[in-house]
């Protein structure tokens, strides 16, 4: 490893950390916690909903975290819960239309903002910048869960 691949892994861990910093700060300016702004996202775009373990799979949250929050918009009538028959373990979470109303602009608003960053690349941009995040994730993933350093070769 070299002096440059340090310098470049502090950089772009250190864009990542300013994107989570944007998102954060946006979902405080609309009333909301940002792992909140992830889960209503998820079903705003979910017409039939969705349940706790997808959202919990699309979000990569946990499931106690998913819970508290399903349980926060359940209380203040934006979502309803419901068992499915085959499996009344499962529960589909939906959006209400007060909900809907609720996170439409807030919703809207960042996934506009997410597409048009996007579309200020080329499509060769889109593909590389793709390409090379989902390789990073899953070398970061791969090392993050590794027992020692030193078989990281």
Same mark, same amino acid.
Request: proline content about 1%; hydrophobic content about 35%.
């Given at each position: 490893? +070299? ?9 772009? $861990? ?8 944007? &998102? ?17 996202? %998820?079903?705003? &775009?979910?017409? #039939? ?6 959202? $919990? ?10 819970? *508290? /929050?399903?349980?926060?918009? *359940? %209380?203040?009538? &934006? ?6 028959? #085959? ?13 809907? /109303? ?7 608003? =960042? ?10 690349? +080329?499509?060769? #941009?889109?593909?590389? *910048? =793709?390409? *090379?995040?989902? +390789? ?11 027992? +020692?350093? #030193?078989?990281?070769?």
């Amino acid at each position: 490893m +070299t002096k440059e691949d340090k310098k470049n892994a502090y950089l772009y $861990c250190k864009f990542r950390d300013e994107q989570f910093a944007l &998102y954060d700060e946006y979902a405080k300016r609309n009333g909301m916690m940002m792992k909140t702004l992830l889960v209503v996202n %998820a079903l705003f &775009y979910a017409k #039939e909903g969705m349940t706790q373990k997808e959202i $919990c799979q699309r979000t990569f949250q946990s499931k106690q975290t998913v819970h *508290l /929050i399903i349980k926060n918009l *359940l %209380a203040e009538g &934006y979502v309803t819960v419901t068992e499915v028959p #085959e499996n009344k373990r499962n529960k589909i979470v939906q959006m209400t239309e007060e909900g809907r /109303i609720y996170c439409e602009k807030v919703v809207r608003h =960042i996934t506009w903002a997410e597409d048009t960053a996007m579309s200020m690349f +080329t499509r060769e #941009e889109q593909e590389q *910048l =793709i390409d *090379l995040s989902r +390789t990073f994730t899953k070398n970061l993933a791969r090392l993050v869960n590794q027992e +020692t350093e #030193e078989t990281a070769e």
